[in-house]
């Protein structure tokens, strides 16, 4: 029997978005671009991460009118961002029937030092993750998803690469142990035991890891899926470019078929002028949402 809300429903609900692209969209128009595009499923937000970063202030769970909006206008999942520890934003996405709830550092955080509780929940989640203690603490908590903490809104691929690199070789570390050496791993990781032990056997993590924050044109897309990424978010970069629905099938076809280098050149000719993008050092550290949560 099924049992709803189990871990391994949650888990395969996320698998069936693998190597796919989930786009950000702040309107119906948007969302219905990105699903003829060919996304496995939109994220509904207020705003993209690059003018929640413009705005300043702080940023909160979006209206249910646009999350109600982009429902009715696509039938791929929709998923919607709630603050860091903020049970309550989580209980309304819930109520709303989201198909994923993303437990977002692009909001401003509402706990500062507990995330929710994700079990208690029918509703899968995503979570962001800058290594593999991280992303084991997400798990333990009962995320079904897990994403790079790229930069969001800069358009600068350069931590979400940093942040796959990192969590594919301590895998392999891992991997390579003796498991009586993974309690001591276990301590200085800050990650549960049992899952460092899943880790070790399986060689991968138990739920999909995509790559998410800096996600700007198709060989962005490409290079975080040779990296190993199970799937790519993109933010900012399409809506902002000149041509959006030429690169948001761009970047779905780049996703797709990331190792066919005569086709990348072809989705890469033409796309007009792209992203403008932010390099990260002119970033004041209060600028940055990618070192928020822990």
Not at 30 to 52: F, K, N, T
Not at 53 to 75: F, H, L, N, Q
Not at 78 to 88: F, L
Request: with cysteine; charged share 25%; proline share 4%.
């Amino acid at each position: 029997m099924t049992v709803i809300g189990s871990d391994r429903v949650k888990r395969g609900m996320a698998q069936m978005q693998k190597n796919g692209v989930i786009m950000d969209v702040i309107n119906a128009e948007q969302a219905r671009i990105a699903e003829a595009a060919g996304a496995v499923a939109v994220m509904a937000l207020e705003r993209v991460p690059s003018d929640i970063r413009a705005a300043g202030g702080v940023a909160r769970m979006a209206d249910p009118t646009i999350v109600e909006e982009v429902m009715k206008a696509v039938s791929i999942p929709v998923m919607a961002k709630c603050r860091i520890g903020h049970i309550v934003e989580a209980r309304i996405l819930e109520a709303m029937a989201v198909d994923y709830i993303d437990e977002s550092e692009v909001l401003t955080p509402a706990d500062d030092k507990f995330h929710i509780n994700k079990r208690e929940f029918t509703v899968p989640f995503v979570c962001g993750a800058r290594d593999l203690g991280e992303a084991l603490r997400r798990i333990a908590e009962g995320a079904s998803m897990i994403r790079t903490k790229g930069e969001p809104g800069t358009g600068n691929i350069i931590e979400a690469v940093k942040h796959i690199r990192t969590m594919r070789a301590q895998i392999r570390k891992v991997t390579a142990m003796s498991e009586d050496e993974l309690v001591a791993e276990s301590k200085a990781m800050g990650a549960p035991y049992e899952l460092l032990l899943d880790i070790h056997q399986t060689g991968e993590l138990p739920v999909v890891n995509f790559a998410a924050g800096g996600v700007a044109t198709p060989a962005d897309a490409a290079l975080m899926m040779e990296l190993g990424s199970d799937g790519v978010f993109v933010g900012s970069g399409i809506f902002k470019s000149e041509n959006p629905e030429k690169f948001a099938r761009a970047v779905v076809e780049a996703t797709m078929n990331f190792q066919d280098y005569d086709l990348l050149v072809r989705l890469s000719k033409d796309l007009g002028t792209p992203m403008k993008g932010i390099e990260l050092s002119t970033l004041a550290n209060n600028e940055r949402m990618a070192e928020r949560g822990w």
